[in-house]
């Protein structure tokens, strides 16, 4: 007859209770009926139920990845698994306190900030290393599925509730404008990473967060990708804030054209003080 060691059983009951969602175990908190009003997002589009219990399980499978199977009995790896948890699920409801649904990358986002402001690097670094990981296995798998993301082939995506096919020549010509002056990057190589996350009838918003999804998990390979990763984010402001694309050349015209516009729209919704009215905005803006 064979004996389970006390560490081995030890790892299983921490395993066991991961799982189960057992009280002191960071899963518990996915009974809280205020988790229902939010939803997931999918790559694929498809909309899902929120679950806690996923983002303790990756956490934990990126402290195994550093710290080894050993570590599922520890009670530190717990408690930090389950308070990472907390701080990922109170970060997002803080986002969207009304509730709703939110992205899968937002959620992994959210997931590393919390490990890096934990002090957990190397776990952190697993974790990006874990998303590099399943990154390259989904695009392994749109290629035996003969996925769409061929060159030459259109992807239709949602633009402002209009279907339209996806802008490639812009969406090229501003990854090669993101990594001008950086000969250590290659801007094919972020295409290509942006490129296998799309799919058909993708919101414009979700183009643009796969743009700098895909600068960022590079910066493990290069640190000259964090350079390219800010370009592509302040990219996304300027469409925020005009509410149409702009390139950074763009800007020499459109920030003094703008920034009247958007100051008498800041103080119109209460976000600025009326007093700003009084300057002369148009010599501001083209200061």
């Given at each position: 007859?064979?004996?389970?060691?006390?560490?081995?059983?030890?790892s299983?009951?921490?395993?066991?209770?991961?799982?189960?969602?057992?009280?002191?175990?960071?899963?518990?908190?996915?009974?809280?009926?205020?988790?229902?009003?939010?939803?997931?997002?999918?790559?694929?589009g498809?909309?899902?139920?929120?679950?806690?219990?996923?983002?303790?399980?990756?956490?934990?499978?990126?402290?195994?990845?550093?710290?080894g199977?050993?570590s599922?009995?520890?009670?530190?790896?717990?408690?930090?698994?389950?308070?990472?948890?907390?701080?990922v699920?109170?970060?997002?409801?803080k986002?969207?306190?009304?509730?709703?649904?939110?992205?899968i990358?937002?959620?992994?986002?959210?997931?590393?900030?919390?490990?890096?402001?934990?002090?957990?690097?190397?776990?952190?670094?697993?974790?990006?290393?874990?998303?590099?990981?399943?990154?390259?296995?989904?695009a392994?798998?749109?290629?035996?599925?003969?996925?769409?993301?061929?060159?030459?082939?259109?992807?239709?995506?949602?633009?402002?509730?209009?279907?339209?096919?996806?802008?490639?020549?812009?969406?090229?010509?501003?990854?090669?404008?993101?990594?001008?002056?950086?000969?250590?990057?290659?801007?094919?190589?972020?295409?290509?990473?942006t490129?296998?996350?799309?799919?058909?009838?993708?919101?414009m918003?979700?183009?643009?967060?796969?743009?700098?999804?895909?600068?960022?998990?590079?910066i493990?390979?290069?640190?000259a990708?964090?350079?390219?990763?800010?370009r592509?984010?302040?990219?996304a402001?300027?469409?925020?804030?005009?509410?149409?694309?702009?390139?950074?050349?763009?800007?020499?015209?459109?920030?003094a054209?703008s920034?009247?516009?958007?100051?008498?729209?800041?103080?119109?919704i209460g976000?600025?003080?009326e007093?700003?009215?009084?300057?002369?905005?148009?010599?501001l803006?083209?200061?």
């Open positions: 007859m064979q004996v389970a060691s006390p560490s081995a059983a030890a299983s009951t921490a395993q066991h209770k991961l799982m189960t969602g057992e009280t002191g175990s960071p899963l518990a908190a996915s009974t809280d009926p205020t988790l229902s009003q939010y939803k997931v997002i999918r790559r694929n498809a909309v899902v139920a929120f679950e806690p219990s996923k983002i303790a399980i990756a956490v934990t499978k990126a402290f195994l990845a550093v710290n199977g050993q599922a009995a520890s009670s530190r790896v717990r408690e930090l698994t389950a308070h990472l948890t907390d701080v699920v109170n970060a997002l409801m986002r969207k306190p009304e509730g709703g649904a939110i992205h990358e937002e959620i992994q986002d959210q997931v590393e900030l919390a490990l890096m402001r934990g002090g957990e690097h190397e776990v952190a670094r697993a974790y990006v290393l874990y998303r590099e990981k399943r990154s390259q296995e989904r392994h798998e749109k290629q035996e599925k003969g996925g769409s993301k061929i060159d030459g082939v259109p992807i239709n995506v949602l633009d402002n509730g209009i279907i339209r096919p996806l802008d490639f020549a812009r969406l090229t010509e501003l990854i090669k404008t993101s990594c001008e002056g950086l000969p250590e990057v290659e801007p094919e190589r972020i295409l290509k990473a490129l296998k996350d799309l799919y058909e009838g993708v919101p918003d979700e183009v643009r967060k796969c743009l700098v999804l895909a600068a960022r998990t590079l493990e390979k290069d640190p990708y964090s350079f390219v990763t800010a592509l984010l302040l990219d402001i300027r469409f925020e804030a005009l509410g149409e694309e702009a390139t950074h050349a763009d800007m020499a015209t459109r920030y054209e920034f009247p516009r958007l100051v008498k729209h800041g103080i119109k976000l600025l003080n007093a700003l009215a009084h300057y002369d905005l148009q010599k803006g083209a200061a």
